[in-house]
């Protein structure tokens, strides 16, 4: 293994103080909880947003706290829940006076650790709700989850309830807002190759030279099928009709369009996949007005990509293009 890594126990900390070193006038670092906030959070005059998960998946969700996005992260070590406490230390620490909305991707363990920390919020007399986001198309139960997954769709979700808490909107506002976006949001994933967590130090598992893995998990989980190496036009067909004949969408329909990378896939490569993705939506009378692309919610170093789309309407539109300022500029 060729990794950037000093001690692998040390990996997500020496990450998380990079970062807030990076941005020192808006965002702080609190390793008791490996918790990245906003040094501005929380507000009086906004619900604070909160997700965790495991690390591993960068940007998501570390690198997208900011205004317009959320108020905190509290991610685990890679591939991993964040424990029950890190959560609730970071909701006690992020409790405002217009509530938390803890948003959080369907894996067994983070909603174990949310679930928890919600009760105890609540036992201490903080108003917490928490929001449930499951994109993949791929599989509805996988090696993590029961149900569907949540993956590179959280993006959506956190983009219209950063915007709207923003605007002023309550939590029970939010809660409508986020369960909208999230059902009109559908994603499908494949690998090329597998990815290498640090403390491991092989791959998760092996892919032949010419196998690729379709409907694979962000940690790695089995997909639908593997299959022999196909063309970058056969592969993102395959992925595109699994994503668009799920809600269904239709004839007519605005859309979003997001071509994620998983960690080792070059830009030049996404690019290609969206040409062929956009060509074939416009084929079917599917309008993009909205296109993303790069590296949203990856897996290590894995090579590969997901495609989302999001049904447009005023309300998600306007909201997705609200302005955000975080670590990166995806938005």
Same mark, same amino acid.
């Given at each position: 293994?060729?990794?950037?890594?000093?001690?692998?126990?040390?990996?997500?900390?020496?990450?998380?103080?990079?970062?807030?070193?990076?941005? !020192?006038?808006?965002?702080?670092?609190?390793?008791?909880?490996?918790?990245?906030?906003?040094?501005?959070?929380?507000?009086?005059?906004?619900? #604070?947003?909160?997700?965790?998960?495991? #690390?591993?998946?960068?940007? *998501?969700?570390?690198?997208?706290?900011?205004?317009?996005?959320?108020?905190?992260?509290?991610?685990?070590?890679?591939? *991993?829940?964040?424990?029950m406490d890190y959560v609730y230390?970071?909701?006690?620490?992020?409790?405002?006076?217009?509530?938390?909305?803890?948003?959080?991707?369907?894996?067994?363990?983070?909603?174990?650790?949310?679930?928890?920390?919600?009760?105890?919020?609540?036992?201490?007399?903080?108003?917490?709700?928490?929001l449930i986001i499951d994109d993949?198309?791929?599989?509805?139960?996988?090696?993590?989850?029961v149900g569907r997954r949540g993956?590179?769709?959280?993006?959506?979700?956190?983009?219209?309830?950063?915007?709207?808490?923003?605007?002023?909107?309550?939590?029970?506002?939010?809660?409508?807002?986020?369960?909208?976006?999230?059902?009109?949001?559908?994603?499908?994933?494949? @690998?090329?190759?597998?990815?290498?967590?640090?403390?491991?130090?092989?791959?998760?598992?092996?892919?032949? !030279?010419?196998?690729?893995?379709?409907?694979?998990?962000?940690?790695?989980?089995?997909?639908?099928?593997?299959?022999?190496?196909?063309?970058?036009?056969?592969?993102?067909?395959?992925?595109?009709? @699994?994503?668009?004949?799920?809600?269904?969408?239709?004839?007519?329909?605005?859309?979003?369009?997001?071509?994620?990378?998983?960690?080792?896939?070059?830009?030049?490569?996404?690019?290609?996949?969206?040409?062929?993705?956009?060509?074939?939506?416009?084929?079917?009378?599917?309008?993009?007005?909205?296109?993303?692309?790069?590296?949203?919610?990856?897996?290590?170093?894995? @090579?590969?990509?997901?495609?989302?789309?999001?049904?447009?309407?005023?309300?998600?539109?306007?909201?997705?293009?609200?302005?955000?300022?975080?670590?990166?500029?995806?938005?």
């Amino acid at each position: 293994m060729k990794k950037f890594v000093n001690d692998p126990k040390n990996y997500v900390p020496e990450m998380l103080q990079g970062i807030a070193l990076a941005n !020192p006038e808006t965002l702080k670092y609190v390793p008791e909880y490996n918790l990245i906030m906003r040094t501005d959070a929380p507000r009086d005059d906004k619900v #604070s947003i909160i997700q965790g998960s495991g #690390s591993g998946h960068e940007p *998501a969700h570390v690198m997208t706290v900011g205004k317009g996005m959320l108020d905190a992260a509290c991610p685990g070590d890679v591939f *991993a829940a964040p424990p029950m406490d890190y959560v609730y230390e970071t909701t006690k620490l992020l409790a405002s006076p217009k509530g938390v909305l803890l948003l959080v991707n369907n894996y067994t363990g983070d909603r174990m650790a949310f679930d928890m920390s919600q009760e105890l919020s609540a036992a201490d007399g903080l108003t917490v709700k928490t929001l449930i986001i499951d994109d993949d198309v791929a599989v509805k139960d996988s090696t993590y989850t029961v149900g569907r997954r949540g993956v590179a769709g959280n993006f959506f979700v956190m983009k219209a309830v950063g915007a709207a808490s923003e605007q002023g909107a309550d939590l029970d506002e939010l809660v409508r807002i986020g369960e909208k976006v999230n059902s009109v949001t559908r994603t499908m994933g494949m @690998a090329l190759t597998a990815c290498t967590p640090p403390a491991k130090g092989s791959p998760l598992f092996e892919l032949g !030279p010419d196998e690729m893995e379709m409907g694979v998990g962000i940690h790695g989980e089995p997909g639908r099928s593997r299959e022999p190496l196909a063309s970058a036009n056969d592969i993102i067909d395959q992925m595109l009709e @699994a994503v668009r004949s799920d809600l269904p969408y239709e004839s007519g329909d605005n859309v979003a369009l997001m071509i994620n990378g998983l960690g080792g896939t070059p830009i030049s490569e996404l690019y290609l996949l969206y040409g062929r993705a956009h060509k074939v939506l416009t084929d079917q009378g599917i309008n993009v007005r909205r296109n993303y692309v790069g590296e949203y919610c990856t897996s290590l170093d894995m @090579a590969g990509a997901s495609v989302t789309l999001v049904k447009l309407d005023d309300e998600i539109d306007g909201l997705l293009s609200a302005p955000a300022e975080i670590a990166i500029r995806v938005f």
